[in-house]
């Protein structure tokens, strides 16, 4: 009887030291709906390059999946997302290298493209049919938004008559001064065609990363000063005026964000925020936004705050918004390497997805875009990876003009936690872990984001647990009901919730779905 009551007094003891040693290793979750950073705009990819013979030339079936992956909002039997739900669609106007041949010296075919017009002036719209049947597709599937961006102006009206500039290092744009007006309107007749065509495009990107001299022969591509590019957009303004379309220009497109904030070594082409947007430069079409590109600017960890900083205190100076409008990996770093070697793991699924949440975070971005849906290389520069299916030759360009074998990613799920979830007008709004560690800590361990649709009192949470180590969160007051995971095993996989203390599991992007009423 002693003995059994000695235990009576001490077990209690030991369940409340239990309970009180757990409770005090959770994360407890403050959001304060009142604080409202930027307004999101939505989640993107482009079609540049490989839509083009995976589009034109793939077996049907195959093509309606890879475009559910990128494009669906629906879900399966389990309550899992069939795709990501991408909320804008980027299209390549391309400049005619394919038209060309060898003769454009860009031996790379999946790198040259069509153009809708040829030498003598006349418009083919049944070309860059591949990219057209992606565009469709992103139509029926409801893709929100769509933009229009252009690299080089066709090759008749370039200075040296090839879709890359060449030796020229005076950092002009490669298109005959005389041409810039014809530039413009081919630009102007491409949107007015699709609109009659049943797609308007909301944005045209006229010029791509002016800053690099795109002397080599890889691809399309030309420099521009920022003169240039007011002048080009002038001209485009008033085109777009006078055929009544409701396209707005989006300009920026820098190669490095620090092009946007300063010379950066190249004044003419640097500086956009100021150069752009002062008072002298009224162009009624233009989107109040600047866009940019996180290339070389996300490692190391340091590096990528500093930059976003940086970034966002011109932003407010400014009051413009932001787009993060093109990335891929190309720059090196400890964490997975370089861009060299393609990755469908986890790893580099982590490392984007902290790349979007500093985008989003420290630099208010209120639309973020990856480089290409599609890639057919051994490198980190796609959502879907295209190969043979031949291990003896995976890579073999001609052979995957026709067919292949298509993979997802797992960088193309954790984009869904965020493309997928956080939709465009959903507002970004505070959150804070109590007494956690510091922005630098937190980006090598726990970061989370919290977005709003104050309409549906709606809330949305992406949390990325980037350690080793599971995370335990008190979410209490916020009524969590649903948690979709990424992991190295899991796809955007859907768990009922009930219990509001959560725990996300080690090397994770998290979506949580609540709401805001307490």
Known sequence: MLKTNKYFFITPILVLFSIFTLSSQFLKVKIDQSKVYQTIEGFGASDAWRCQFVGSNWPLIKREKIAQLLFSKNKDSNGNPKGIGLSIWRFYIGAGTTEQGENSNITNEWRRSESFIDVNGNYNWTKQKGQQWFLNKAKKYGVDQFLAFSISSPVQWTKNGKGYNGDNKDGEMNLKPEYFDEYAQFMVKFLDHFKSEGISFDYLSPVNEPQWDWEKKSQEGTPATNQNIVK????????????????????????????????YGKPERGNQINYFFNTKNKIETLKKTISGHSYFTTWPVDSLISIRKKLNHKLQNYNLDYWQSEFCILENTDDIGGGSKRDLGINTALYVARVIHADLTIANASSWQWWTALTNADYKDGLIYLDTGDSRDLFNLNKMKFDGEF??????????NFSRFVRPKMKRIKIELDDYKTLGEQYKDLMISAYVDQEKSKLVLVAINYGKTNKTIDFSGYKIKAIYETSKDKNLEYQKVSNQIITLSGRTVNTLIGSISK
Do not use: C, M, Q
């Open 407 to 416: 993979h997802d990613s797992k960088l193309l799920w954790a984009f869904g």
């Open 232 to 263: 080009l957009s002038k001209l485009l303004n008033d085109k777009i005026k006078e055929n009544n379309l409701p396209t707005k220009i989006v300009l920026g497109e820098a190669a490095d964000l620090r092009w946007l904030y300063s010379d």
